[in-house]
């Protein structure tokens, strides 16, 4: 089977830097996602990491340590909006029939 | 284009009735995806289609739960005889199978309240 492991809160001050962390454990390992999700809305898409190191779009970043079975998300310039729950999903049996085994999330909250 | 679609958006039933979900998926998308999120909870992974079939049903809390997808799109997610644990938000995702990194588009979700 699958699991992860993310803080379950985390809290940051605006225009600074935080880093989401994710462990995970998992049988046949494609990739790990993330995906943000804002009170009463739906998860969207964030990143994805297949490779190990660190995959940079706009002010966030995804890494991903294979050998560890570890990740981050690492969020820059951070904004009020970017108070949401950060989910960190593991992708297993690879091409064809993948699946998604989501984290717990991570529930971030930012103050002025 | 339209992004997914559930319907209804909210139900509230009494316990022991039956309940279907309905999930539209992007079109063109293969592969298609039920989950689960209880109040300030993940997401809990119901059932996963490819086409029509469902390699992957694992997920399914019991069987009192059952899903099916016709016609290689439109998927439908049954309750029968309801429970209060079965409240929740119901999530409905698609994505493009074979894509390597399986972005899933979430539909808005099924609001489910038993009383």
């Known amino acids: 089977g699958q699991s992860l492991e993310q803080p379950s809160e985390v809290t940051a001050v605006e225009g600074a830097i935080v880093q989401i962390n994710c462990t995970y454990q998992?049988?046949?390992?494609?990739?790990l996602s993330w995906y943000q999700q804002h009170d009463g809305g739906a998860p969207t898409f964030l990143s994805y990491?297949?490779?190990?190191g660190l995959e940079e779009t706009g002010r966030f970043s995804s890494f991903l340590s294979r050998s560890d079975s570890y990740g981050y998300l690492l969020l820059q310039e951070l904004q009020m909006k970017d108070s949401a729950s950060y989910f960190c999903a593991v992708i297993s049996e690879g091409f064809g029939n993948e699946k998604l085994t989501f984290g717990t999330g991570t529930r971030l909250t930012i103050i002025p | 284009g339209a992004g997914v679609s559930q319907s209804p958006s909210n139900k509230v039933t009494e316990k022991g009735k039956d309940v279907e979900l309905r999930c539209d998926p992007i079109s063109g998308h293969t592969a298609l995806y039920w989950y689960r999120q209880s109040l300030g909870q993940g997401l809990e992974f119901l059932i996963y289609f490819q086409g029509n079939s469902a390699p992957d049903k694992s997920g399914l809390p019991s069987d009192r739960f059952s899903a099916e997808r016709t016609g290689g799109s439109v998927s439908t997610l049954t309750i029968q005889r309801t429970q209060q644990e079965d409240s929740a938000v119901y999530l409905c995702a698609s994505s493009l199978a074979g894509r390597p990194y399986n972005e899933q588009f979430f539909g808005p979700g099924t609001r489910l309240t038993v009383l």
């Open positions: 998992t049988s046949g390992f494609y990739g």
């Open positions: 990491n297949a490779l190990d």
